[in-house]
Nanobody, 113 residues
Framework: QVQLVESGGGLVQPGGSLRLSCAASVSIFSIYRMGWYRQAPGKQRELVADINSGGVTNYADSVKGRFTISRDKNTVYLQMNSLKPEDTAVYYC?????????WGQGTQVTVSS
């Protein structure tokens, strides 16, 4: 059973920063891609950023230049800077393994003054 434990969400003012973390319960060698998705109320879940085992990253156009995804052992991070109200959503971690895809429980990010 693969478990993904997320942390780091919260309330922040526009222009502020947050760092999300997602720790996987399995070896890094079994994960070929990890990423962050988000879902705002009334909207579909969308990719924010992901990173593969070779360190290649991919970002949604809406977050390029503001968000940075990184990976250390079995943990993936999402550094979010210059946050905007439209970044408000539940953020989910996802890991892709040979056995399938796995999701975290989600962490709320609210950007509001």
């Amino acid at each position: 059973q693969v478990q993904l434990v997320e942390s780091g969400g919260g309330l922040v003012q526009p222009g502020g920063s947050l760092r999300l973390s997602c720790a996987a319960s399995v070896s890094i060698f079994s994960i070929y891609r990890m990423g962050w998705y988000r879902q705002a109320p009334g909207k579909q879940r969308e990719l924010v950023a992901d990173i593969n085992s070779g360190g290649v990253t991919n970002y949604a156009d809406s977050v390029k230049g503001r968000f940075t995804i990184s990976r250390d052992k079995n943990t993936v991070y999402l550094q979010m800077n210059s946050l905007k109200p439209e970044d408000t959503a539940v953020y989910y971690c996802k890991a892709n393994l040979a056995t399938g895809s796995y999701w975290g429980q989600g962490t709320q990010v609210t950007v509001s003054s």
